[in-house]
């Protein structure tokens, strides 16, 4: 439930940011892949798993509800118990600092007829659940959690689940993906109705292992139907590289001197890739190269040069879906950008591993930022490229996205920036250090 003791780290003022970033797979298609290839009948293969710490919760957790999961060399193979197979955990289910790992297996197991429990570290304990047993009790699962729909907490499952029909009142893929999950192991047509466009790789997914699902855009928003009870048949699957992750080599290399970076092998999926496009519609020198298709999703090699020439802009925040993760590192580029970015509709940021705007915005004030807030927005002063003062220590609330952004922001501040735990990065991006060093970061470890 905890990583162990904090280690601080500080990056340092580095560059030029120069080469090639290999970053890991994709986090949300790495967890879907285990709890699919679960449900399936068989035996699924899977390369470029990401091998972060949240995803390792899933497959133990898998594991823990019958699935067998091996590492054969570079490919995760798992054999599956089929829908409705999944069995009682013998022990809680310890889903870490994972909001994607805890809501996605309570949706799988919700239309199973037996309890399960379940808990994670300090930060997912403070995360709210109530947002997906609500839809849960549809089905007819039952939740008993601490006050305010809190872990630790307790599901029954539905033994005879019917299905759902659910418009979700927050954009969250965690939650349209809990409700198809737990429509699997229900008879008929389970149907959610989204507002706007999460994250479709639950969709993507289910239809490559074979369900009957269906997507059409309706006057209420986007409606997914699912027919229960399919077979589910197993795949190989080869992750893509993931967009979030890019997201850190992407922003550094822009915002530090002489930088010229390729990420290759990127996602590019539209629900994603909403911070390249921001990036862009700022003036950042950031192309898309040998633009091709695999395995049904959209791939580009990222190349990203310093930008000192960026803008601050109003983000759309019809785009906020798309690119919900990368808000805290846009900041730290909006704080090298001239002008002042506006960023609207963001109220899901407060929710996060951490509330992601409050540890942005007095990290970044720490290092001499500009920054204004409120309940779902925020703005920030940019001070020009190069702008940042740094010369602070900053809390990153087991949050591994603020850590990184920090990191990020140290390279191109005028002092070093510490963050006072950098553990937490390896719940998604366990390589972010040595691979930044690759391209010419500078960091030292901080006695704690
Ligand atoms: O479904 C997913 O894989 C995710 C959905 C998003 O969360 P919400 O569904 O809470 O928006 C995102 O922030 C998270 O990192 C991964
Ligand atoms: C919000 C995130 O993840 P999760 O909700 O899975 O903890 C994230 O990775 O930025």
């Known amino acids: 439930m905890s990583h162990g003791p904090a280690t601080p780290l500080t990056a340092h003022a580095s560059g030029p940011l120069t080469g090639e970033a290999h970053v890991p797979g994709d986090k949300s298609i790495s967890h879907r892949s285990l709890i699919l290839g679960a449900m399936a009948v068989g035996e699924t293969r899977v390369t470029g798993l ?15 509800f019958g699935a067998t999961i091996r590492q054969d060399g570079d490919t995760w193979v798992i054999n599956g118990v089929g829908v409705g197979g999944l069995m009682e955990p013998e022990d809680v289910i310890d889903c870490g ?18 309890a399960v429990t379940y808990t994670g570290d300090a930060s997912l304990r403070k995360r709210p659940m109530a947002r997906v047993t609500d839809p849960l009790a549809l089905f007819g699962a039952v939740a008993h959690g601490r006050s305010k729909g809190r872990l630790p907490m307790t599901i029954v499952g539905a ?4 299905p759902a029909r659910y418009a979700t009142p927050v954009a969250s893929a965690q939650i349209k993906s809990a409700v198809l999950l737990a429509g699997l192991n229900a008879p008929g047509e389970t149907v959610v109705i989204e507002r706007e466009a999460t994250r479709d790789h639950s969709e993507r997914m289910l239809r490559g292992f074979g369900a009957e699902i269906e997507t059409r855009d309706t006057s209420e928003g986007r409606e997914i139907t699912l027919v229960g009870h399919p077979e589910l048949k197993p795949q190989v699957i080869a992750v893509p590289r993931d967009p979030s992750s890019a997201a850190f080599p992407v922003c550094a290399a822009l915002i530090t001197p002489g930088s010229d970076v390729l990420v290759p092998n990127i996602g590019l999926n539209p629900t994603r890739a909403g911070l390249f496009e921001t990036l862009r519609d700022m003036g950042a020198d950031l192309t898309y190269e040998n633009a091709r298709e695999e395995g049904g999703e959209p791939v580009a090699d990222l190349r990203a040069r310093f930008s000192p020439d960026m803008r601050g802009i109003e983000v759309p925040p019809a785009r906020a ?12 580029v909006a704080a090298n950008a ?4 506006i960023m609207r509709g963001v109220a899901e940021l407060r929710v996060k591993e951490c509330d992601r705007i409050d540890a942005m915005a007095t990290g970044l004030r720490a290092c001499g930022v500009t920054v204004r807030d409120g309940d779902d927005w925020w703005e920030v002063d940019g001070r020009g490229p190069g702008g940042i003062e740094g010369g602070a220590t900053v809390a990153v ?7 990184m952004s920090f990191l990020c922001a140290g390279f191109a501040a005028k002092r070093a920036i510490t963050v006072d735990d950098a553990g937490p990065i390896a719940t998604s991006f366990p390589i972010f250090r040595p691979l930044m060093e690759d391209l010419g970061a500078e960091f030292r470890a901080e006695d704690a």
Not at 98 to 111: D, E, F, K, P, Y
Not at 321 to 332: G, W
């Open 321 to 332: 879906a798309s690119m919900i993760d990368e808000y805290p590192v846009l900041s730290v």
């Open 338 to 341: 001239t002008g002042t970015t």
């Open 159 to 162: 033994a005879d689940p019917v």
């Open 397 to 403: 609330h087991l949050d591994h996205r603020i850590a």
């Open 97 to 114: 600092n994972s909001g994607t790992g805890v809501r996605l297996l309570m949706g799988a197991a919700a239309t199973h007829g037996f």
């Open 50 to 64: 990401l091998e972060g710490q949240d995803v390792l919760d899933t497959g133990k957790a898998m594991q823990a």
